[in-house]
């Protein structure tokens, strides 16, 4: 396909059809009849070899093929509208832009509820796709498939920017009623803490967590029953079983509250962690990239520390 043949006109076309899912209301977004936007869809699955929207019990849906253009074709719409005014400053009130970041759903559950609670105020028009940060995370920033990466960093490519968010520790989450804790007057010894089973939280599902690694220096190990990537099926395991899992402090005592479960500190020494936001020079000068980044670093200093 030559960019050359396409009609630029359907590119905005496509945006309202993966904006509004719907041919009456993307007709009505971009104001013009209902049998002409179904024309333009009908022409836009003809270019592409796609569906783009299929009709489902939940109304209609975007193809694979559509979601992986949604943010390229906004970014570009977006892009074009600028350079068309340049002088035109970023006004997040009346913006409307879809954003993808790439999180853990631990930093999710401590993060995004500020996020969306300020961009509901602020910023109504733009739209967050939050998915899981998985090994290619980098490699989605770099191919513009994301906007955001929120994680624990290690090393990121020369050409990657960062800041920090907030700072975290590991603490154990365990029954109250334990019996470990009962022996032990309510605390969580080495002794207590190594004879019981584990959870392990894994975002690769392979390899030893720093805890391990700490134990492993002193000869030690744990007995792992569990490995997961997700942080919110620990608190039912630990509630219902005798196993311990050892996750970042702000979540496990969050989810104390809801289950009366303990969060104790672990019976070893352990280093705190970082949590960042990072993002690829394509879109560092972005203004409106720019302006939500900025937005969520002071939000995450405000609000979590």
Known sequence: MNIRDVDLNLLVMLDALLRERSVTRAAEAMNITQPAMSNALKRLRKLLGDPILVRTAGGMQPTARAEQLQRPVRNALAQMEAAIAPNRAFEPSTAERLFTILITDYAASVLMPHVVAVLETEAPGIALNILSASG??????????????????????????????????????????????????????????????????????????????????????REISVLTR?????RQLVAESHMIATLPARIARYQARHLGLAVLEPPVELPTFQIGIAWGALDHHDPAHRWLRERIVRIARDTIG
């Open 230 to 234: 997700h942080y919110q099926l620990p």
């Open 136 to 221: 290619d995370a980098i490699g989605q920033i770099e191919r513009g498939e994301a906007d955001f990466l929120v994680n624990q960093f290690g090393q990121l490519p020369a050409n990657f920017h960062h800041q920090r968010l907030w700072e975290d520790r590991l603490a154990c989450l365990i029954r109250s009623d334990h019996p470990a804790l009962a022996e032990a007057g309510g605390e969580l010894t080495l002794e207590a803490f190594l004879a019981q089973r584990h959870i392990l939280i894994t975002q690769t599902g392979v390899g030893l967590s720093r805890l391990d690694e700490v134990l492993a220096d002193r000869g030690l190990s």
